[in-house]
């Protein structure tokens, strides 16, 4: 493929990165890996065990694997719902930024759905949900919804660096293996303007199917809290509420994975302030939709105050048991990301990845706050005397398998950043398409400019 | 009253219903098994669906598997009638049923709540097993269809298809569900055939929960907590025949309901419950005498633990 010169040096300058890892590079690597272990090792004791090594028992049946479960399919937004409607709206800034974002789609719902799996008592019967599905139960379309949305964003992602991977395969890598994997993945891509045209096509078709679909899944995913009877989960703003979150939390750490690539990389040319700027007023639109959410979910419940609910009610708002967690979750983690992202003295690009780091952890809270707190608080009175079935305390255990799901998602991003380039290097516009199409309407204009010229002429003469 | 009227003794109510139900379903089969019985064994009699009465081997009367325990007792509509005004936490139901169905003493498939329904009125006890909705939103939710609704009335659980992924354990609005945390205890039912009719033996990572002990209506027994409870709480027995039995009582269903101003517990829910409650009127016992068999840290917490229910 022919690059024009800004591309063929950008290519140039990641490929040197991909076959080296820097020291800084190696040390977190080192340390990720240290947790995956630990993760590892918590999955076996658990297997081994049964889940009485978890702090879930028969009240609070789901504990911070479902809370994690949540935070990464919310998170997965970044690339879906950001990166699609930028795509589709031809936001000029979107180009540094979108790569990423799929990525962090495509990792995250590959992670998510494994708490899924740690939640579940069985699970050498996974396969019974093939066996003996039932189309009635929201655990079948969250199945359905996932999958959908894993293949769906692993399109879009790929079709997204096809134009990249052709670039790669004609770069001349020292190791051989690169070049073939780089042959196949590129499926023949040479830049004509044909190719180009279906490819850009096929882009406009996957963003706008992968828009509805991520509004779909976090929506099934709400539901399967919605639909049961329980105060706290069976509301009807549910599901919008669920969405806003995730773009919430999806952008936040998007942020965040800007600012690290961007330090690692080297990468100050190409992401500019501009593109913290504008994702922070996204984030803080968003902050404001989601604080509003907040607000009408509890304000209802507590103005009728039904008894269950107030049992719910109570127990966030009690210094005691859940109130300070919530008020960072809910206030803190709203409030100063809009006020740093509003004001413009206070808004620069470490700021607003500071204030990113305080909604995404908020947002991890939130869903804790979500979950158990409402499994705390029965229809029926909690006459117990164990205390570790009224009141849920996550084990060692759970932690280590969660900070290993974070430590895994690192990881895979590094390695991912290893075999692409982490922004696109290719252009859409580049190769012959889009000059063709300039060219071809420039033609045009002069032929029917002419054609009038003629006429006129022809009038003229007339005359 | 013309409740005396009603009585019937215990054996009288078992021989009209049992054996038809149980030659109805298994007939055939014990009948081809009960040519192998040997003159020592325990017998019992049965009634074959073309109307003549067999003798088969006790011990042929295997549970049914989880195919055929799908499909419920034809001509049955099992339902419970819990009486709270003779009830005083004497705590027999919750012990008889963790014998039957094998489980710890930390487990229970039938609770005793002690609640109160406002700050003046009396507290009472509240024994609750599994409500076997009619409309059960445990069911609804299974995505493997491991517990499931029977024409009988029942809601099993059958624990060699559960997924355990608990979703039915949030969606009972009721605390029904119990959950095998690790892996159970070895006993002598660990070698006895699995059927969800006798919920044994448990396996880890599956919810189990009350199954109205259908392997005890099967051979002609009231379930465990009803024969068990010293105070006659609980009457069990099939509504489509109308009559209810706590093993010496028996009434019509329809009348005690009547009469006494039977209610559903939490109808407001719409899971039309199996299980009624007579409302704690005309008491045997003070609720305090719950208490005699508690320790003092029990009381204490039970006190504490008081939750008013609307």
Redesign the interface.
Known sequence: MNLNPKSAKMLDYFASQMVKVSKPGIFWLAIATVFIIGGFYALIVQIV????VTG????V??GIFIANFIFFIGISYAGALISGILHLLRVEWRTPIIRIAEIITVISTLIGPAY?LL????LD??H??A????I?????WD?MAITTYLIGSIIFLYLASIRDLAALRDYPFKSKWRNKIYTILAIGFNGTPKQNRYLDRSLDIMSAIIIPLAILVHSVLAW??G????PGWHSTIFAPYFVVAAVFSGTGVLIIALWIFRKYYKLESYITKIHFNYLGIILMILGALYAYFTFSEYLTSWYGSE?WEMEVLYKLFNPNEYWWWFFFAAIIGVVLPIIVILIPKFRNINSITAVSVIAVLALWVKRYLIIIPT?EA??????D??PEYIHYTPTIIEWLLTFAGVALFCVLFFLFSKFMPILPVVKADEGNYAELRKTVLKRIVKEKMKETEIKESEKMKDL | MEKGKNKQSRRKFISKTVPAALGAIGGVGLVAQSCNTTEEEEKVSLLTPDGQLVEVNKSSMQPVSPAEARKGIPGKQFVMVIDLSRCKNARKCVTKCQKMHDLPP?DEWI?V???QDSSDTAPYWFP?PCFHCNQP?CV???????TYKRTDGLVLVDNE???????C???C???S???????PKETNFADREYSPETSTPH?????GKCDFCPDMIRQGKLPDCVSGCPNGVIFFGNKKEDIVSNGTESFRFSELIHDRAGYHF?AE?GTEPNVYYLPPVDRLFDYEKGFNNLTD??VE??KK??????
Not at chain 1, 227 to 230: H, N
Not at chain 1, 378 to 383: D, E, F, K, N, V
Not at chain 2, 177 to 183: G, L, N, S, Y
Not at chain 2, 203 to 207: D, F, L, N, P, Y
Request: with cysteine.
């Open positions: 065990e049964g889940h009485i879930m028992r028969d009240n049946v789901w899924i939640c579940m008592g069985r019967r996974l019974h949900l066996l003996f599905g039932r009635q139960s929201p655990i079948i199945v399967i809290f639909m049961t009877l329980r008894t499994l029965p229809l029926l009175p909690l006459q005397m164990r | 930390e609770k709540f002690l609640m609750k939103p609804k939710v299974c995505p493997v269809g491991a298809r559960c997924i355990g992924c608990k979703f354990m949030t969606a609005p009721y605390s569900r119990v959950f095998q945390w690790k892996e396996k880890v990572g599956t919810v939490m829910l840290e029990q917490f039970y633990s008081i939750v008013k229910k609307h």
